[in-house]
């Protein structure tokens, strides 16, 4: 009886076309989890904050007893799942999946500190870690998970983009500051502090804060300026390439129904 239970929740929570439950399921979960981030960014207005806090408490305790009630029930069914299908070893391996630890951080921020006596600082460290409740809307957006792949199938084109603008960010650095050094020695006092002037050029924010006075400096600023626009247009074009070819795979895939057997679109 209760593997069936079991198996019917399974089907209802983890599994595309979960019927009309699942939807439910899912739609009052996006709910919570976008209103509990309204909530935390409403609670940082101090106006807010002193007026209703009953209103941000009682929030909160239901937040946590539906995220709670959930964290057991999937820690519960996950051996339906074949990755997870020993009793122990199994569960202990989905304590450790990317869902079930964003799950508890969703929960700790609140019972940490009803466990162990913290200060006032950490205690706002982890109050704002509650924001981190958004990430949840991955077990829910298909966008999100469509993200997740597309991180995961271009991870090395995206590291290899990202290893060259660091390479190209010091080089960048170092060569300012050897030129700059003597005319501006507040500003570019070292290589790490050339690299605040080195990351706003290249991402062309360019705050005006920090600038080369030297010719040789202008023109270095030029090159880098261009160099970067380039160097960081790779990732862009890495994930924007990725993402038509994980929407163009999601359109291709057949999802059979566990229940009727019937091809899910």
């Known amino acids: 009886m209760m593997a069936q239970w079991r198996t019917r929740l399974y089907e209802t929570l983890e599994t595309p076309g979960g019927g009309l439950l699942g939807r439910i399921a899912d739609t009052f979960l996006v709910v919570l989890i976008v209103s509990n981030v309204v909530m935390v960014t409403l609670h940082t207005v101090h106006a807010l904050a002193v007026k209703y806090p009953a209103l941000f408490w009682y929030f909160e305790l239901f937040s946590i007893i539906v995220f709670s009630i959930e964290y057991v029930l999937r820690m519960w069914i996950c051996t339906e799942n074949p990755s997870y299908r020993r009793p122990v070893f199994g569960r202990i391996k989905y304590l450790f999946s990317p ?41 829910y957006s298909e966008s999100i998970k469509t993200m ?17 603008s660091i390479i190209l960010l010091l080089i960048a650095s170092s060569l300012m500051y050897v030129i700059e050094n003597t005319a501006q020695p507040e500003a570019f006092s070292s290589i790490p502090a050339a690299m605040w002037w080195g990351a706003m050029t290249m991402t062309t924010v360019g705050y005006g804060d920090v600038y080369p006075i030297t010719p040789a400096g202008k ?47």
């Open 99 to 139: 869902f079930a630890i964003i799950d508890l951080i969703a929960i700790v921020p609140f019972i940490l500190p009803m466990l162990i006596p913290v200060d006032l600082i950490f205690m706002r460290m982890l109050r704002l870690l509650r924001l981190l409740r958004l990430l949840k809307l991955g077990r």
């Open 148 to 164: 997740a792949a597309l991180f995961k199938s271009k991870r090395e084109e995206i590291a290899v983009s990202l290893t060259m």
């Open 219 to 265: 023109v270095l600023a030029g090159v880098i300026a261009l160099l970067g626009i380039s160097l960081f247009v790779l990732p862009a074009g890495i994930i924007a390439g990725g993402y038509a070819a994980e929407i163009q795979k999601k359109k291709d895939e057949r999802i059979i129904c566990s229940k009727c057997g019937n091809v899910i679109s």
